[in-house]
C-alpha cells in the first residue's frame, strides 16, 4: 500500500518546536523566584537537631542518634548508652527475671563482653561452648550410666543400649578365621 499523505502532514505538525532564547530566560527567572519564596519559608522552620555518631556500651554497634535521644537511653539503662538490638534484648531478660531491669542490664553485658572477646575471634569454639553450657543446663543426670538393667536411674528418654554387640563381632571375627 502506498503511504497516506495525511498521516504523513501529522507527523510533520507533531515535531517539537525550537524554543527562542527569550522564553528560556524567563523559565529560568520563575524557577529563581520560587526558590527564593522557598528559602524565605524554610528560615520559618525550626532548626534540626544535630545527629551525632552513638556506640553501644554493649556490642559496640553504631548508630547516628540525637543528644535527646541519648540522654532518653541512659535514663532508661542506668546511664548506658544500649542500641535498639540490646535495649530489645534487656526488656525480654527483665520480663524473666521478674522486672529487675539492673540485673538483667548487668547479664546482657557480661554477655556481649564474653561474645566480642572470644566469639567474634573464634566463632566455631565459641558455639561449641554454648552447645556444652545447654548440654549442662538441660541434663541433671550427668554422667549416670543409661543402661536398661540400671533401676537406680530415672528414665529419661535417652536411647539405651538393649544388648551387646561384642558376640555379633566376635562371631564375625571367628567366621573370617575359619575361611583364612
Keep these: 500500500m502506498a ?3 495525511e498521516t504523513s502532514n501529522v507527523a510533520a505538525v507533531n515535531k517539537p518546536r525550537r524554543l527562542s532564547m527569550e ?3 524567563r523559565t529560568i527567572s520563575d524557577i529563581s523566584l520560587e526558590l527564593s519564596k522557598e528559602a524565605t519559608d524554610a528560615a520559618q522552620l525550626p ?3 544535630e545527629v ?3 556506640s553501644c556500651e554493649c556490642c559496640g554497634m553504631s548508630e547516628e542518634c540525637t543528644a535527646e535521644y541519648i540522654s532518653q537511653v541512659r535514663r532508661r539503662f542506668s ?3 544500649v542500641c535498639g538490638l540490646c535495649a530489645e534484648a534487656i526488656s525480654e531478660e527483665t520480663e524473666k527475671n521478674g522486672g529487675r531491669r539492673e540485673e538483667a542490664l548487668n547479664e546482657h553485658m557480661s ?3 564474653r561474645f566480642n572477646r572470644f566469639g567474634r575471634t573464634h566463632p566455631v569454639l565459641y558455639q561449641a561452648e554454648a552447645m556444652r553450657e545447654i548440654l549442662k543446663k ?3 543426670v550427668r554422667g549416670k550410666s543409661m543402661s536398661p538393667r540400671d533401676k537406680s536411674c530415672p528414665k529419661k528418654g535417652g536411647i539405651g543400649r538393649s544388648s551387646s554387640c561384642m558376640s555379633a563381632i ?3 571375627i571367628g567366621d573370617r578365621a575359619m575361611v583364612n
Design 3 to 5: 503511504p497516506n499523505m
Design 23 to 25: 522564553s528560556l530566560q
Design 47 to 49: 532548626p534540626i537537631s
Design 52 to 54: 551525632e555518631d552513638a
Design 79 to 81: 546511664g548506658k548508652l
Design 111 to 113: 554477655v556481649c563482653v
Design 138 to 140: 538441660s541434663s541433671g
Design 170 to 172: 566376635a562371631k564375625e
